[in-house]
């Protein structure tokens, strides 16, 4: 079992950047690729960004390339999601995701492949 806490939403202006957290407990994090996924009001649940268990292997949305950066610190059971120059249509409920990886390094784009869910931080981005 792997439980999953992010932290770091909150209300932004346009332009300006979060760092969004997600603390993981558990089983042995560094065999589990995780991904970074929103949900918008009215809007089905979207990925973001993901990464490998390694964090050789990195995914972005074409929507937040260039934008946002993913990145993982396996010593600190943690990864993160840097937001930058943060849009209206950013707002939304951020979660992060895990999937256990016994071979390979991959990342995962579909939500269907995560194991593990947080509970999700809100990012409201205001014009």
């Known amino acids: 079992q792997v439980q999953l806490v992010e932290s770091g939403g909150g209300l932004v202006q346009a332009g300006g950047s979060l760092r969004l957290s997600c603390a993981a407990s558990g089983r042995t994090f560094s065999r589990y690729a995780m991904g970074w996924f929103r949900q918008a009001p009215g809007k089905g649940r979207e990925p973001v960004a993901a990464?490998?268990?390694?964090?050789?292997?990195?995914y972005y949305a074409d929507s937040v390339k260039g934008r946002f950066t993913i990145s993982r610190d396996n010593a600190k059971n943690t990864v993160y999601l840097q937001m930058n120059s943060l849009k209206p249509e950013d707002t939304a409920v951020y979660c992060c995701?895990?999937?256990?990886?016994?071979?390979?390094?991959?990342?995962?784009?579909?939500?269907?492949?995560?194991?593990?869910w947080g509970q999700g931080t809100q990012v409201t981005v205001s014009s």
């Open positions: 990464i490998s268990w390694s964090g050789g292997r990195i």
């Open positions: 995701a895990a999937k256990s990886t016994i071979t390979g390094d991959g990342y995962y784009c579909e939500s269907i492949s995560y194991n593990y």
